[in-house]
């Protein structure tokens, strides 16, 4: 059964730091660029990073240019996204997703074959 565990959420200040994981299982997730992302109350989803299997290829969307970091660690069947210097913008549900191919439009979710079923992200004061 494939499964895509995304753990870490939780309620942080703004200027606070979070880590999220993502877990797989069911599929050679080794093979699969893994992506994050996320969707606010009222707003369309939105991609936010993107992984490729094996050579770290990144990808981030302008708003998480040098605040989030995205990894992997194909041993661990597991990538993470570190989220540095939160926004109250931040805020949404968070979800990683899992497609075969690396490239083009990293942050179209239609790309994506597998997704796990969000953690969500607070950030508030």
């Known amino acids: 059964q494939v499964q895509l565990v995304e753990s870490g959420g939780g309620l942080v200040q703004p200027g606070g730091s979070l880590k999220l994981s993502c877990a797989a299982s069911?599929?050679?997730?080794?093979?699969?660029?893994i992506g994050w992302f996320r969707q606010a109350p009222g707003k369309e989803r939105e991609g936010v990073s993107c992984i490729s299997n094996s050579d770290n290829n990144t990808y981030y969307t302008d708003s998480v240019k040098g605040r989030f970091t995205i990894s992997r660690d194909n041993a661990k069947k597991t990538v993470y996204l570190q989220m540095n210097s939160l926004k109250p913008e931040d805020t949404a549900v968070y979800y990683c997703?899992?497609?075969?191919?690396?490239?083009?439009?990293?942050?179209?979710?239609?790309?994506?074959?597998?997704w796990g079923q969000g953690t969500q992200v607070t950030v508030s004061s």
């Open positions: 997703a899992a497609k075969r191919l690396y490239g083009g439009s990293n942050n179209v979710g239609a790309l994506y074959d597998y």
């Open positions: 069911g599929f050679q997730s080794d093979y699969y660029a």
